[in-house]
């Protein structure tokens, strides 16, 4: 088994194998409950590369007896969809339980290729299962969406790497004929990440670089990857780190920082998607109503990304940051739907509105004033007429609060003021 990967050696067969995702497949997960019951919805994975999406579906169909159809997202279009919804129609006999149907990347299918799945899952045709390593709440069709089960799985911890590792030592049958010793795994742990995958590719790199007896310390580790270390980990905690900056550097009007941490995660291999997703909230959360054309831009930006993608997106991902990270700030529209929802959620006495802002679609509710007094804006000069439009027990209360730092939104204090004459 030279040729075969480590990791594919040690791909766990059964859920009592696998490492991790205790919220899932511990004693009261989920998963436990499938093969007790044999019952099992569509569902998708949503986590990072390495945690074991592939392998618990496997497993699920494995230890259920289905059949097991797979496609690649990446490779497969509607043609080999429909053959395999076929393949999967013609295994269907009697009562016997649906095939699984594995898509893996199933946020790199377009619409229409989802849309092809959807009469074979309403149909019970296939369980289908999805794994994603982005939101499914952005990349899959609503109506699929609908009719599956959103598992997330997470990087994996510390004490799961060390089972991992322990297992790897122990059990596979090259490993066990090197003698190795474990001093430390600080820096093994580090940069796997999280990501079983690619822990059992760095033990093959480290134990790999040198014959005999292999020492595993930080020292050891970090001269072995020192050529494979990038600027910036896609699903290790830099990952994070970077973003975090990124989103800083934006907020705090550097766009030289901002340029900076864009280049890494583009160099990283980050999902550019992942980065346009980040800039749109960015402009609504920190540039707001400083500048609304930053929302446009950003906008613009997200649609231009999806279409055109790598490389060409990074020059729109730049024009885009530089834009929001030069313009004026203010979260004053953050702020406000902050503090009403908080109001909100707290106040239980559900405040009756105003009459005068009802419609009165009968007579009974205009007998009963429903819309008596309502002042209809455009009939007045500047198309503004000053009536309450809070419940009787909220009036005064103020929840926008412009920023009057930057020229944008002075001027819609400035209107304000002048309409409600020191209401508010």
């Known amino acids: 088994m030279p040729n075969i990967p480590l990791a594919e050696r040690l791909r766990p067969r059964t859920l009592d194998e696998y490492i991790g995702q205790r919220h899932l497949v511990g004693p009261d997960g989920v998963f436990r409950r499938f093969f007790e019951t044999g019952n099992v919805p569509s569902f998708i994975l949503w986590g990072p590369p390495g945690v074991g999406k592939t392998t618990l579906a496997r497993i699920v169909a494995t230890q259920l007896e289905r059949p097991f159809f797979t496609l690649s997202a990446v490779t497969s279009g509607v043609k080999e969809v429909r053959e395999v919804i076929e393949s999967a129609r013609k295994q269907r006999f009697f009562d016997a339980r649906p095939p699984f149907l594995f898509i893996d990347e ?15 899952v309403e149909q019970g045709i296939f369980t289908l299962i999805g794994a ?15 009719r599956c089960q959103v598992y997330v ?40 990440g999280g990501d079983a995958r690619r822990l059992l590719n ?20 970090t001269d ?10 896609k699903n290790g905690e830099q990952h994070y780190d970077v973003i975090s900056a990124f989103i800083k550097s934006v907020r705090g009007s550097d766009p030289n920082a901002a340029i900076y941490y864009l280049a890494r995660m583009l160099a990283g291999g980050e999902e550019p998607r992942f980065i346009a997703r980040r800039l749109v909230i960015l402009a609504s959360e ?12 950003a906008n613009a930006c997200f649609d231009t990304v999806h279409k055109i993608g790598m490389p060409e997106a990074r020059i729109t991902l730049a024009e ?21 929802l908080a109001l909100v959620e707290r106040d239980t006495s559900n405040r009756p509105v105003p009459l005068h802002l009802r419609n009165a679609p009968t007579r009974l509710m205009k007998r009963e004033g429903y819309g008596a007094g309502y002042k209809y804006a455009h009939d007045f000069p500047g198309s503004f007429a000053e ?10 209360t103020k929840f926008y609060e412009p920023n009057t730092s930057n020229s944008t939104e002075a001027r819609i204090a400035e209107r304000i003021a002048a309409w409600w004459r020191g209401k508010y």
Do not use: W
Request: aromatic fraction near 6%; charged fraction near 25%.
């Open 132 to 146: 994603t390593t982005e939101n499914p709440s952005f990349e899959v069709i609503p109506p699929l969406l609908s």
């Open 387 to 396: 009536q309450e439009f809070l419940p009787d027990t909220l009036a005064g």
């Open 153 to 192: 799985l997470k990087p994996l911890e510390d004490e799961d790497l060390r089972v991992l590792l322990d297992r790897a030592l122990a059990t596979d049958t090259e490993l066990r004929e090197r003698e190795i010793e474990v001093a430390e795994t600080g820096a093994l742990f580090r940069f796997a």
């Open 202 to 221: 760095i033990l093959d790199i480290v134990t790999g670089a040198t014959h005999g007896r292999v020492v595993l310390d930080d020292r050891y580790v």
């Open 320 to 340: 885009t940051t530089i834009y929001l990270a030069t313009s004026p700030k203010s979260n004053s529209a953050y702020m406000a739907i902050n503090k009403a």
């Open 106 to 120: 199933i946020h790199r299918f377009n619409k229409s290729q989802q849309d092809s799945l959807l009469g074979a």
């Open 224 to 233: 072995c990857l020192q050529e494979n270390i990038a600027l910036y980990d």
């Open 286 to 297: 920190d540039v707001g109503l400083a500048n609304p054309n930053a929302l446009l831009l």
